[in-house]
């Protein structure tokens, strides 16, 4: 072996040997049997209830299925750790670390599914749930910081006020271009008709079956009930869609066909849309939405009912 390979060996070898020794924690358990890994050894406060927490977090099955991965949004969770659901939870865990640490906690799936169906009232039977009998659930934590509860809020309420007027600025931006300040309501949504219905008029408690597609101003689609393959059917009055909808389809027909424009008052505000399955956003906070609406079809519940 020439001495640039051997060379080449070594450095593969220290390589190799640095990466496991980075990756190699220290296992921990606590008086209650929780036990968790400990990768890190910060210095500090653990954080108490009622603080806020910023993590970075991925949890698993005992398989290594992901079912949530934080680090898919464009930033850490921040909640308040207002209180522990059970012993040895995530929660629980974090407890344990200080700002800097990062750990795996192994989280018994038996008692998640305790919290999250039996004391929810959930009739599920566990089997048909990601918390396997016996298994335990394997949370990837990165505590990144801690805060008080005054010290996050104020944080958190200036951050909203510059996204919201962030988002403000793009839809102003679109009316100008576009020329949409005529087809403002008193309300605050813009409303273009393309195409006038002679249907039936929208009402309350009625059946409304659209087709419709959602973007934002810059183009993208962020939804539609194309993928549906049939048109998308709601009641009106009920709360089952977002508020900008309630408000302008009272004033619709069958066979009308629309451009709605809303500001994020009027869509999915501060909270944002997020994906169920994963948590990732949909939608992301104070975004403006346009949406090309045809209402297909109007009907009495009842009439539903009784197909």
């Given at each position: 072996m020439s001495k640039s390979s051997l060379s080449r060996l070594?450095?593969?070898?220290?390589?190799?040997?640095?990466?496991?020794?980075?990756?190699k924690g220290k296992e921990m358990t606590t008086n209650a049997g929780f036990?968790?890994?400990?990768?890190?050894?910060?210095?500090g406060p653990n954080p108490a209830l009622d603080d806020f927490v910023t993590i970075e977090m991925v949890y698993k099955t005992a398989?290594?299925?992901?079912l949530f991965d934080s680090r898919k949004n464009s930033k850490p969770l921040r909640f308040a750790l207002e209180k522990i659901p059970f012993e040895g939870s995530y929660e629980d865990g974090l407890t344990f670390l200080c700002a800097g640490d990062s750990a795996t906690f192994y989280v018994p799936a038996d008692s998640m599914f305790r919290y999250y169906f039996i004391k929810q009232g959930k009739n599920v039977p566990q089997e048909q749930t990601e918390f396997k009998k016996g298994t335990f659930l394997k949370f990837d934590i990165k505590l990144i910081r801690i805060q008080s509860r005054l010290e996050a809020e104020q944080e958190i309420a200036l951050e909203q006020s510059k996204r919201e007027k962030a988002g403000d600025q793009i839809l102003e931006k679109y009316i100008s271009e576009h020329h949409l300040e005529s087809y403002r309501d008193t309300a605050g949504y813009?409303?273009?008709?393309?195409?006038?219905g002679n249907g039936n008029q929208v009402d309350s408690g009625l059946v409304i079956s659209v087709n419709y597609s959602g973007k934002f101003l810059d183009g993208r689609t962020f939804d539609s009930n194309a993928k549906l393959g049939q048109p998308y059917r709601f009641v009106l009055g009920a709360r089952q869609v977002i508020p900008g909808w309630e408000k302008v389809f009272g004033k619709l027909r069958e066979g009308d066909k629309i451009n709605l424009l809303l500001p994020a008052r009027l869509a999915y505000g501060g909270e944002g849309f997020r994906d169920p399955r994963d948590g990732t956003f949909i939608v992301p906070t104070y975004a403006p939405l346009l949406f090309e609406i045809e209402v297909v079809k109007i009907e009495k519940i009842h009439s539903i009912a009784g197909k």
């Open positions: 070594f450095l593969y070898a220290f390589c190799i040997s640095l990466l496991f020794s980075c990756t036990r968790y890994i400990l990768y890190t050894d910060a210095k398989g290594d299925s992901v813009y409303l273009i008709y393309t195409q006038r």
